[in-house]
């Protein structure tokens, strides 16, 4: 506070002037002894800040300052004074003043999305001498689809919610998970635990944006950072912390066939869809709910056949084609884990990749998740079967990522 109560006792050092009666005075010059306003009224220094917004802070506390330390007496201006200050700090706390280059050693790409995300994605390298930006791709926010893939009908799928009703509705999509798969903590809505398929609410419901059956489309909802290492290339890690059960982001390419793939030996950006394969416990795969019943509406639209007996019929090219989560590595011991998710149709053989959060990450943690390669299961055009070393560091590291 400017003003400061004072007592009966020390009034004798202080001016005539005084607010209110006697049992609550106050200095209306805003002196007391040797300590006064000037002294008593400092801006904080928040947040990181780029040389022009830092310029034009100081200017204003310089101005400020000088303004009070020639308004004694005064009170109108001081109030103006503290509100104008009180303006000022509400925007570095808004982070309306962006962050100083100086805050991301060797920083070399503020928004690696250029702008296609709601939160910039830097880019730092302190390995190489020269300054390298990741190129090669062209970034995206959601998935494209190949020529030759095509997409389950929608027609069938969708509520008719209004607002943000989906809880009380019967019929609304989340409906289709048995139980509400969402739980919402701290303004934060979180994954309870993964399951082999989340439906959502999408393009053809009722409900806004705001609709709690909706999670997975929220885009980018915490700071990540692609930045360089040593030995694995590029990585992610977080700036924020993200809680369990809480959305990372989306893995997005080109959805495409397996087959189309299979001479593509050197292609290490391929996701392979196995939804249906994990549901049906193809290939030594185990369902994650084994109790939970499935809509009958997906095994209608999904049917056996000889191209899925095996492999994933469907697989996401991230190659020309995608987003942060392409520069997320693999790790024997991951703290995200995949999901698939459905909210335009009922094929889960071109479900929706998601990547959430398997336990509480700590600002500046790598993230990863396990690519679920089996060992000699890679192999090169000429069929001879092909190694790869894992750089994971984990205790439990099977050293080998396929």
Not at 15 to 32: A, F, M, Q, V
Not at 38 to 66: D, G, M, P
Not at 218 to 224: A, F, H, M, R, W
Not at 232 to 257: D, H, Q
Request: proline share 5%.
């Amino acid at each position: 506070m400017v003003s400061r109560k004072v007592s009966s006792s020390s009034l004798k050092d202080q001016p005539k002037k005084y607010w209110n009666n006697d049992k609550n005075k106050r200095i209306k010059s805003g002196t007391y002894r040797n300590y006064n306003i000037r002294k008593r009224t400092t801006f904080t220094n928040t947040c990181s800040r780029s040389n022009a917004n830092i310029s034009k802070l100081q200017s204003i506390e310089a101005n400020v300052e000088k303004s009070m330390s020639e308004l004694k007496g005064d009170d109108h201006l001081i109030k103006n004074l503290r509100r104008v200050a009180r303006n000022v700090n509400k925007i570095v706390a808004e982070g309306q003043i962006s962050r100083a280059p100086s805050s991301y050693p060797s920083l070399v790409c503020r928004d690696l999305s250029n702008g296609l995300e709601a939160i910039p994605i830097p880019v730092t390298n302190e390995i190489d001498d020269s300054p390298i930006t990741p190129n090669g791709f062209t970034y995206i926010t959601s998935s494209q689809v190949a020529n030759n893939v095509k997409v389950p009908s929608s027609d069938d799928y969708g509520c008719q919610c209004k607002g943000n009703s989906c809880r009380t509705n019967k019929n609304c999509c989340f409906r289709l998970n048995n139980m509400y798969p969402y739980v919402r903590r701290r303004k934060c809505s979180r994954l309870i635990q993964a399951r082999d398929i989340v439906f959502e609410c999408g393009p053809r419901c009722g409900c806004g944006p705001d609709c709690g059956s909706r999670v997975s489309q929220k885009g980018l909802q915490y700071q990540l950072e692609v930045y360089r290492t040593s030995d694995k290339g590029w990585a992610v890690r977080t700036r924020n912390f993200i809680p369990v059960g809480a959305l990372v982001c989306e893995l997005v390419g080109v959805l495409k066939r397996t087959e189309d793939l299979d001479n593509d030996s050197h292609n290490d950006y391929i996701v392979e869809i196995d939804g249906w394969e994990t549901i049906k416990e193809i290939g030594g795969r185990k369902k994650r709910l084994p109790d939970e019943p499935l809509p009958a509406k997906i095994f209608l639209e999904n049917k056996d056949d000889e191209t899925t007996k095996n492999d994933p019929e469907f697989c996401i090219d991230c190659s020309s084609f995608g987003n942060v989560a392409r520069f997320i590595n693999h790790s024997c011991d991951p703290n995200l884990f995949v999901q698939c998710v459905l909210n335009s149709h009922y094929g889960i053989k071109q479900a929706r990749i998601v990547l959430f959060a398997g336990r509480n990450i700590r600002p500046k943690q790598e993230l990863t998740y396990d690519y679920g390669y089996r060992l000699d299961s890679v192999a090169d055009v000429d069929g001879k079967i092909k190694q790869l070393p894992c750089y994971c560091g984990e205790a439990t590291c099977r050293k080998r990522l396929y």
